[in-house]
């Protein structure tokens, strides 16, 4: 995998798991796809968090 593009946190899990999912829809194989859905949106989740938690450290 190449390097990420973004310094923002979770950027590294987003993308591998979003290059994941890309890859098994490229193949159409629905059941990686889906198999991949649940951590993407977990980590998705997560780096949603913390990029509050980083905006919000900035703010005091």
Not at 23 to 37: E, N
Not at 38 to 52: A, I, W
Request: with cysteine; aromatic share 8%; proline share 3%.
């Amino acid at each position: 995998m190449s390097t990420s593009c973004s310094n923002m946190p979770g950027a590294r899990r987003l993308e591998f798991f979003a290059l994941h999912l890309h890859c098994a829809l490229a193949k159409h194989d629905l059941t990686a796809c889906a198999q991949t859905l649940p951590y993407l949106s977990r980590f998705g989740r997560d780096t949603c968090t913390e990029l509050s938690q980083h905006l919000m450290a900035g703010y005091n």
